[in-house]
Structure formats: C-alpha cells, structure tokens
C-alpha cells in the first residue's frame, strides 16, 4: 500500500500516529527532504504521474485553512488541497487529517471546519481525538474518498 505524508520529510518531526504502507513524504521545504518538494495544492501540476496513486494520504499538522485569501499563497491544507488529496488517492482511497487547534480555536470549531471543507469529496469515517507524549491534543479526521 502506498502512503502519502504531505507535511513531513525525512528530517521532519512525526507524530505518534502509526505510519501505514509504503511512505513517500510530501513538504514544500526542501530543508526537510521530503520526497516530493512541493505545496499540496501544485502536487499534480508539478508531479502529474501521482494522480490515483494512493490507497493512503495523510496530511499531519500543517495547519487548516478553509478560507485563503483568493490568488494568494496560503500555508496550511485549503478547500483546494483537500480536491488534490482526492486526485491523488485511488477510488475509495483514505484521506487522514491530524491537527490541532490553531490559538483561539476549539476542537469543535477545527471540527467543523474540516467537515465542511471535506463534504462533497469525502465520507467521513472516523473523528477522534489524539493526545501526543507532550500533551498536545490533536484531532485525527479519517474519511474515504467518495
């Protein structure tokens, strides 16, 4: 099976959430030496061939953004980096999303706004909570690519 990780490379901190498959990493540092060097939302422009690739993608705390400002770079996964996620998963792929709240923010809220920026491209499967050794608490979203 092969895993995307977008958010890692080999020199990246992980977290504790189990790794599945063969992993390819994605990150637009090259610093992190990922295998892929690129933003999520330019995956298929600069990497076409990944398109139906992966039974697994798992984007790991590279912060949520539902609203980037129109024609601007946004860090964080957007509306449009959850459509390549699809792209890049074959039928019926999982798409798995671990965060945590940004300053401000709830569980609940972080919750929400990823429901809404999966709907249409996903069912979501699981929802739960993630505590790493340090403490911080994540959300661990899973949902199958519809």
């Known amino acids: 099976m092969r895993t995307l990780v977008v958010g890692r490379g080999a020199t990246s901190p992980r977290s504790t959430v189990k790794d599945l498959g063969q992993l390819e990493t994605m990150d637009w540092r090259s610093a992190n030496q990922p295998d892929y060097v690129t933003r999520l939302e330019d995956a298929l422009t600069k990497y ?13 705390r590279m912060g949520v953004n539902p609203h980037p400002p ?10 449009a980096g ?11 792929g999982i798409l798995r ?3 945590e709240p940004t300053a401000g923010q709830s569980l609940s ?5 990823l429901r809404t920026m999966l709907s249409g491209e996903f069912t979501i499967l699981n929802v739960q909570q993630h505590t ?15």
Do not use: C, N, W, Y
Not at 82 to 92: E, F, I, K, T
Not at 135 to 140: D, E, F, T
């Open 132 to 146: 790493e050794p340090s403490g911080a608490v994540h959300l661990l979203v899973t949902a199958r690519r519809m």
């Open 70 to 79: 129109p024609g601007m770079i946004s860090t964080g996964l957007t509306p």
């Open 82 to 92: 959850v459509s390549v996620a699809r792209d890049l998963l074959r039928p019926r």
């Open 109 to 113: 809220e972080l919750e929400s706004d």
């Open 97 to 99: 999303i671990l965060q």
């Open 48 to 60: 076409p061939s990944l398109k139906g690739q992966f039974e697994d993608v798992f984007v790991e």
